[in-house]
């Protein structure tokens, strides 16, 4: 048995002291509130893969993309909740990147580490094409790139004032979005139910649902290729584990921010998604521009458009914003492991690691000359890329909670205070689920290319160890067991 648990079961704990804020390791600051968590929980869900990558989606499946949202939603929930494990009874920032170096060994937590830092360099991309997208609604004859470097720069210089700030920016960014959500989705209701606006594209109704070719329209091929796409938009929501870190209270915050994804996916992906289609039939939306502004649109209502238009930007800046943080502080977890340079873990007077976030400004302009050189066809190779990372860092977080769980068994530990649900059949049923993915983004050809460019990515990592990680950096990461005999009992599902 861990001596540190020994210790704690035998040592009396006052409740209040148990859930007080604690320091965070390497210098961070826990400046993000249960308020500022609590939002990006909702947020992290709402960003370019709805707004903009659900129409790849649809025009894949149909309308079965309804029910690939919730197949794909139950499978991130899963990780969530057994990230969420991992992260109470480790809050650190470097989150799973460590857990993997202490669970799976040091080779698998550098591969996690650095899949996750290139699975956000790869979404930011793909969040400041969607950025330059939207601006093209409005300033069609102004050149994407133009308003990218912007927002790059705008968003780099937010990232090294201090957490709290970064905090603040989502919670307000999150407030947006969720209500923007909510309120299209009662207008879309509204004009199902009174005919509302100019119905240009037919009548609207949930009978468009199943009017065009049948809920499977795209036969079954169709609704597996959607995968490659719907699992992209659920990328980067692991970011709630790296916030542990930073968290006050995080043994209380994580668990009801994780348990709140069931509700998201539902209320977020699956109903706003079936107004959209009921309003537009699936088969009208081309992907020229977000489904949710191209509908108002459509429907005469171009002041709603105008307004959509900027909640969608608001989204994509939220999930830029987010991107920069998590893949920060990823490297930052990287560096003291001895897996990144040192430098990496420099902060600012207010516990920031900047020479992470400029590194990330700096690749983010690579945006910029990719949006200049192949424009049409950036996004959805984007999204590929971006899948293929996700899915790889969401099975290596699977396989090291399978391996704390035996772990924890085997050695006599105190039980967890967060654990997953129906262990260890729904863990087994997740990590089938998610080798699925990669098999089809291997077998969907328009996706092809990101597994091979994934298969070099994994093989240069591993060059990459073996020639430049060496002493500590070769050793199983060191962990403190923060469980405690006090259960925090989470939120009921």
Known sequence: M????????????????????????????RGLTARH?????????????????????IQAAGPAVLLAYMIGGAAVFMVMRALGEMAVRHPVSGSFGQYASRYLGPFAGFVTGWTYTFEMFVVALADVTAFGVY???????????????????????????????????????????ITAIVLMIVGGIAIIVFGLGTQSTGA??????????????????????????????????EV???????????????????????????????????????????????GSASPFVSIFDSLGLSGAAHVLNAVV????????????????????????????????????RTGVPWLTVVTMVGALLV???LNVWFQDQIFFLIAALATFATVVVWLMILLSHISMKREIARDGRLPSEFPVPFWPLA????????????????????????????VIWVVLLAIAYRVFVRGSGRLPHQLTDETSPVTVVPPAE
């Open 367 to 369: 945006g910029v000359l």
């Open 313 to 348: 930007i608001t989204a994509a800046v939220s999930a830029i914003n987010a991107d920069i943080f998590g893949a920060g502080r990823m490297l930052h977890g990287l560096a003291e492991q001895g897996h990144a340079p040192r430098a990496f873990t420099k902060l600012t």
């Open 37 to 57: 968590i609590r939002f990006m929980a909702l947020g992290s869900a709402i960003g370019t893969g709805l707004f903009y990558g659900s129409a790849g989606a």
């Open 240 to 286: 709630i584990g790296i916030t542990a870190g930073e968290a006050q209270n995080p043994k209380q915050v994580i668990p009801r921010a994780i348990n709140s994804v069931p509700v998201r996916i539902l209320l977020f992906y699956v109903l706003t998604l079936a107004v959209i289609m009921s309003i537009q039939p699936w088969n009208t939306i081309d």
């Open 427 to 454: 863990s087994v049923a997740t990590v089938a689920f998610v080798l699925f993915v990669v098999v089809m983004i291997g077998v969907t050809e328009s996706t092809r290319p990101a597994l091979i460019v994934g």
């Open 135 to 177: 601006m093209g609604f409005w300033f069609p004859d102004v050149d994407r790139w133009i308003w990218i470097l912007a927002l790059v720069l705008f968003i780099g210089a937010i990232n090294l004032i201090s957490v709290k700030v970064f905090g603040e920016l989502e919670f307000w960014f999150a407030l947006i979005k």
């Open 204 to 237: 609207a109704g949930i009978g468009n649902l199943v009017a065009h070719g049948g809920l499977f329209p795209t036969g079954l091929m169709g609704f597996l290729a959607c995968f490659t796409i719907v699992m992209f938009a659920f990328g980067g929501i």
């Open 2 to 29: 861990d001596p540190t648990s020994v210790d704690r079961a035998t040592k009396p704990t006052n409740p209040q002291e148990t859930d007080a804020p604690t320091p965070a390791p390497g210098g961070l600051k």
